[in-house]
């Protein structure tokens, strides 16, 4: 059995009368851990530690800063095995899976390592003789950070990276219903030489922790990531203390597949794509346009691959897919599709949970799904998909865009002119023309419209953790 705890001030908390809440295996249902939940004290206790964290850390030089974060991606990297394994027990995904998101964690801290030392500011050209203008480029403050349960390590390590290479201290909360891939992530930044107080680890009741910690005056920022619904009610409390904000929140990326692509190539890269993790992914093809002269091999294709998925518990080597991550994704699913049907869908497989243990669910295709259907305007955050066709190019970036939304987006065509006018016209923070990949270490991950604001990785990634001080001097 697991046991996290939080982390604060360079030492694991404990206090009398914390209670504990189950952590569970979603492949089995069987129970493989427990997390201590902090009450008030010890969120004061990482409110202290932060304050003072921030104030050593922002003066230790940024070569030091990267070179520490260089270290910690090492660790990563050598304990990717131990905590891929971990991270299925706790969220599902397959084994393999969860190894290459650990990779692709200390992949991230890499780039930040190096990214720490270019925090550059400038020198303007004074308008008066004898004055000099400088903008001097500075770390934000402490930090809170709040993570979901999709990516439990890629997600923590990119907050923790990015304020961290600023010269931030940070108050991180991992998701409950998945807390030992987090405090992996933070032992290995601990091991590399984090001093203490610079990154705090707490585990808590989500609103209680997140209602305590945006109302210090220590937190000078937040980032979240999650649902939009729960950034809506973050962002209301970072406005009561003007907070700076990074929010990656839902998305319901639409993939819009043009009649000059090979329908059945085109159609089996989706599927790849579509059930990664499940389908438990923000930045997920969600929402299929297929024009109409392509449409049906397109979906028979796309049904095929979608049949011929293996699921299973993700510890099997044979499995393609996991489980869901907790159980009230299965109850969503079902929600989506009865909803889907019965306003004209056609289900074309899967669409039930699995019988017996864990949180399974079957790949599922919706065809001929009309927009009034919710899964066409509700993220649907699992494995079911619908596919429906266009006509017109006009035609459907009306409909692609008619959404609150705007995370990712998906072009497959091969005409430089539609793939160019499409990237253009989509509202979206990322746009993929003929492939699935939108995130790198060294390009902004975000969100526009309701999908959120600001963005993690490349060099907004750091830009977000810092601010501009004007200063100017007069010097004769
Ligand atoms: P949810 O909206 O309640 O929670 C989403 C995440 O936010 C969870 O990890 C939760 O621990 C955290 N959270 C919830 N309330 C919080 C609060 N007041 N303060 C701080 N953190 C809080 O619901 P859920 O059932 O966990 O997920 C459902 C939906 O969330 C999904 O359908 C999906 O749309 C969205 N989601 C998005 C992402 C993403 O990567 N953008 C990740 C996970 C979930």
Redesign the pocket.
Known sequence: MEHARSFIAGQYYTAAGMPLSPVFNPATGAQIGQVDIIHAAGLDAALLAASSGFESWRRTSAYERGRILQAAASLIRERKEAIGRLMTLEQGKPLAEAIGEVATSADNIEWMAQEATRAYGRLLVPRTAGITQAVQREPIGPVAS??????PAL?PARKIAGALAAGCSLIL?P???TPFTAAHIVRAFIDAGVPAGVLNLVYGK??Q???HLIASPVIRKIS???????GK??LALAAQGVKRATM????HAPVVVFDDVDPVAAARQAVIAKFRNAG???TSPTRFYVQAGIYPQFLEAFVAAARAIQVGDGMDPASQMGPLA?G??VD?MELLVADAVKHGARLECGGSRHEGAGHFFAPTVLSGVPESARIMYE????PVVPLAPFDTFEEVLGRVNALPFG?AAYVMTRSLARASAMSDALEAGMVAVNHYTVSTPASPFGGVKESGYGSEGGIEGLDAYLTSKTVTQRVA
């Open positions: 709040f993570c979901p349960w999709n990516f997600t909360k998701s409950e219903e989500s609103r922790v997140s209602a979240f990531t999650g649902s939009t619904a729960v009610e973050l990656e929140l839902g998305g438990q992914v923000c907790n009230r994704r969503a993220e649907p955050f699992g995370l």
